[in-house]
């Protein structure tokens, strides 16, 4: 590392600090703009609330925006060299703009880094949390649970579920053959969820009552009512709290890990699957798109000639902001039967060539 490199990834830890924290503070201000009025019905607790609902959504912001945040910092600090003249002495000693941008690319390579344990670690994490609407940021009021599949392809549902306890009330849970044909119904007036040392937990039931199905006696016409009733006190299942309120939320697929996207993707059918899938790939091609925006960017700013920064800087602002609009448009649409992994992929199959000619064409 030159003295060089290290000059000008001092400048772009700065700016990139910068535009954290100019562009989350943004989203979070235009956010609470819009969404006020729901926070202000929490009378008591809408400083609270406000606190915890954007405390958790910074992760999800930064994970949006990151791309955006770190082409700012890469070209501002760039446009400020140009605009000092300092590319012209980085020239004259004989330095190509190729190995200018060298730290450059390096530093959002870093970034992406950055992207990818904050997708894979931190919002997953909270994702329960991220579930939530901004009229119930503490998770107070009771909802109702319909139908959720667990691992052994029951079906859970309950009238009332409050997530800050983490208790079903009037639970019933469908239980289901391999093939899924019915094979018991267990009903509970109450389930408090209880986690093990171990890992994993269950749900401690009052008053939970198991009627299995009656078997065909030969002769006869087959059995379809439920009887041999039994008390049962525990009901173990992955639906734990957190992932029930996940569940309850319509982008719940885009909180999940990678690996259980993976997981999903080979239990799941129809355009469930294909969503899970297009999320999956999304993780893989969303930092590339993250690198190809700054690629696009760069030729713009690098010039050895002189020119107006202000209409460089404009050029550079449209096809970025071309290709970002693009992810933004394809990562929401459902693509179906076997296009469903086209969408991640569009963004690049579309900009690269365009990055490769604006590169090529880079005079140093």
């Known amino acids: 590392m ?24 943004l989203y979070v201000v235009l956010d609470l703009f819009f969404n006020m009025d729901e926070f202000a019905e929490q009378k008591g607790e809408m400083l609270v609330s406000m606190m915890s609902f954007y405390g958790n959504r910074i992760f999800l912001y930064f994970a949006q925006l990151s791309g955006v945040i770190t082409m700012f910092a890469c070209l501002t600090t760039l446009a400020r060299m140009r605009r000092q003249n300092e590319l012209t002495a980085v020239l004259a000693s004989g330095v190509s703009l190729y190995r200018l941008a060298a730290p450059v690319i390096a530093f959002a390579l870093l970034t992406s880094v950055l992207w990818y344990v904050d997708s894979e670690v931190v919002i997953p994490r909270v994702a329960h949390k991220l579930a939530r609407r901004h009229d119930d940021a503490l998770g107070q009021r009771t909802v ?14 309950a009238d009332q579920y ?15 053959g391999p093939d899924g044909d019915l094979e018991s119904i267990l009903e509970a007036e109450r389930g408090t969820w209880e986690q093990l040392p ?6 401690k039931l009052e008053r939970g009552v198991e009627r299995r199905r009656q078997l065909s006696v030969p002769g006869e016409a087959e059995g379809s ?5 039994r008390l049962v006190d525990y009901y173990e299942t992955d639906l ?20 259980r996207l993976v997981e999903l993707s080979e239990t799941l059918e129809g355009g469930a699957r294909q969503r899970a899938d297009q999320y999956r790939y999304a993780r893989f091609t969303t930092p590339l ?22 209409v460089a800087g404009g050029k550079a602002l449209f096809v970025c902001g071309a290709c970002f609009l693009l992810t933004f448009i394809v990562q929401n649409f459902n693509a179906e039967g076997g296009w469903s992994t086209l969408p991640a992929w569009a963004p690049i199959i579309v900009f690269t060539p365009v990055a490769v000619l604006l590169l090529d064409r880079l005079r140093t």
């Open 2 to 25: 030159t003295t060089l490199d290290r000059y000008i990834l001092r400048g772009l830890i700065v700016n990139y600090l910068i535009a954290i924290c100019v562009m989350i503070s």
């Open 144 to 157: 109702r649970v319909r139908f959720l599949r667990d691992r052994d392809n029951n079906l859970l549902s």
């Open 162 to 176: 409050q997530p800050s306890e983490g208790v079903l009330k009037r639970l019933a849970v469908v239980r289901r």
């Open 198 to 203: 171990g890992g994993g937990g269950h749900w």
């Open 225 to 229: 009512e439920l009887a041999d009733r």
């Open 240 to 259: 734990d709290p957190q992932t029930i309120e996940v569940r309850q939320s319509s982008q719940w697929m885009r909180y999940l890990s990678r690996k």
């Open 289 to 310: 798109i993250n690198v190809l925006m700054l690629l696009l960017g760069l030729p713009f700013i690098l010039d050895r000639l002189p020119g107006s920064l202000l």
